[in-house]
C-alpha cells in the first residue's frame, strides 16, 4: 500500500491505463473466442446501416433526458435554475466519453463540469450523481422484476456467472442512500464520536464534506419531484430499448428469429446488469459476452450473429459518446482534472 502512494501521479496514470488496457484486451479475447472472423465481417457488412442512422436521434434523446433528470435533482440540492439543459448535456456526454475510457471516470468529471461552470460545490455535485444511479438501479430492477414475470427461466439462465459481491454492493449502496438521505443525524454521531477524538480539524473538515454532500440528497426529501423523476427514468430507459429493437431489423431478426420490442426490454435489462457490472471501460467484453450468449440461449442464434449484433449496438453507442463527449470537452475547455474540491475552486476563478 505505501508503495502505491508514494508512486508519482504520472506513474499512476500509466498504472491505470495499463490495467484498463488489459482488462479489455482480455474481456475481447473472451468475448471472441471460436469466433469465425471472416461470417462476422460478412454479418456486419451487409447489416442494413438505415436502422443504424435511425437509431442515433433516439440514443442522443436518452442522454438528453437523463440532463433534464440531473437537473430535476440539482435543483433542490444547490437551489439551481438557471443553469441550462445544454450544459448539463454537455456534461453528461464529457462523463459517458470519460467512462469509455476509464471504468466509472466518468462520475467525477460531470460533476466537476458543472461545479465549475456553475461555481458550486463539487461534492454537493457528486452527491446527485450518487443518487443518480441509485435511481437507475432502482428502475433496472423494477424493469427486471417486470420482465421476471413472464421470462422467469430465461432470465435466471442467463445470470448464472453473475459475481454476487457486486449485487450486494448496490444494495448496500441503497440502504447507505437511504440512511443518509432521512437519518443524516446518525452519521453525524458516527462522526464525531470517531473523528473528534482523533482530531478536530479533520473532524471539521469531513463535517463540512458531509454537510455539503447532503445536499446532494435532497431531493429524496422532495417529494413533489417523485413523479417527474420516475416518468424522466421511465423515457431515459424507453429510449435505451428502442435502439436495441430497431437494430434487430438491422439483421432481419424480427423475421428471422421473430423478435419483438419485448425481446429489445429482456436485453437491456440483461445489458444495463451488465454495463452497471462491469469492471472495463465502457463495458467492453462484458455486455458483448452477456448479449452474445442470452441471444444464443434465448433464440437459437449462430455466435457470430449474436455478437454482430452486440458489436453493432455497442459501438453506435460508444462512438456517440466518444464523438459527442470529445467535441464538449473541447468547449468546456478542461485542461486539468482537479483532485480535491480547493483545486475546484481555483479552477472556478
Known amino acids: 500500500m505505501n ?17 484498463s488496457a488489459i482488462l479489455i484486451v482480455v474481456s475481447v479475447w473472451y468475448a471472441t473466442r471460436d469466433i469465425d472472423f471472416k461470417e462476422l465481417w460478412r454479418i456486419i457488412v451487409n447489416a442494413n446501416y438505415l ?18 433528470r440531473w437537473k430535476t ?60 444511479r441509485v435511481i437507475d438501479v432502482i428502475t433496472l430492477m423494477m424493469l427486471f422484476a417486470f420482465v421476471f414475470l413472464f421470462l422467469s427461466n430465461q432470465v435466471i439462465s442467463a445470470f448464472t456467472e453473475i ?16 440512511i443518509v438521505s ?7 454521531f458516527l462522526i464525531r464520536i470517531i473523528l473528534k477524538p482523533i482530531s478536530i480539524k479533520f473532524y471539521n473538515r469531513i463535517s463540512d464534506l458531509f454537510e455539503k454532500f447532503l445536499k446532494g440528497f435532497a431531493i429524496i426529501k422532495s417529494p413533489s419531484k417523485y413523479f417527474q423523476l420516475g416518468l424522466e427514468s421511465v423515457l431515459i430507459w424507453f429510449c435505451y430499448t428502442v ?23 429482456l436485453l437491456i ?18 455486455y458483448h459476452v452477456l448479449i452474445r450468449d442470452s441471444m444464443i440461449l434465448f433464440y437459437g442464434l449462430r455466435s457470430e450473429e449474436a ?19 470529445g467535441l464538449f470537452f473541447m468547449r468546456e475547455n478542461v485542461k486539468k482534472i482537479p483532485l480535491k474540491e480547493e483545486d475546484i475552486l481555483v479552477n472556478q476563478q
Open 3 to 19: 508503495f502505491i502512494f508514494l508512486m508519482s501521479e504520472n506513474t499512476k496514470k500509466i498504472l491505470r491505463f495499463g490495467i
Open 51 to 68: 436502422w443504424v442512422i435511425l437509431s442515433v436521434p433516439v440514443i442522443l434523446l436518452s442522454h438528453w433526458i437523463r440532463a433534464m
Open 73 to 132: 435533482m440539482l435543483e433542490p440540492a444547490l437551489k439551481i435554475k438557471s443553469t441550462s439543459t445544454w450544459n448539463l448535456f454537455s456534461a453528461v456526454m464529457i462523463g459517458y466519453a470519460f467512462n469509455c475510457v476509464l471504468p466509472r471516470g466518468g462520475e467525477f468529471i460531470r460533476p466537476f463540469v458543472i461545479a465549475r461552470r456553475e461555481k458550486v460545490s463539487f461534492t454537493s455535485t457528486f452527491a446527485t450523481i450518487i443518487v443518480e
Open 163 to 178: 459475481d454476487v459481491n457486486k449485487i450486494i454492493t448496490i444494495a448496500l449502496l441503497i440502504i447507505f442512500v437511504g
Open 182 to 188: 432521512f437519518y443524516p443525524p446518525v452519521f453525524r
Open 243 to 265: 435502439p436495441m429493437y430497431l437494430m434487430f431489423f438491422s439483421f432481419n431478426l424480427h423475421t428471422t428469429a421473430s423478435l419483438d420490442f419485448w425481446d429489445a426490454i
Open 269 to 286: 435489462v440483461i445489458s444495463g446488469i451488465g454495463v452497471t457490472i462491469a469492471p472495463t471501460p465502457g463495458a467492453f467484453g462484458v
Open 307 to 325: 455478437l454482430a449484433y452486440a458489436t453493432l449496438t455497442h459501438g453506435v453507442n460508444y462512438l456517440i459518446q466518444v464523438i459527442v463527449g
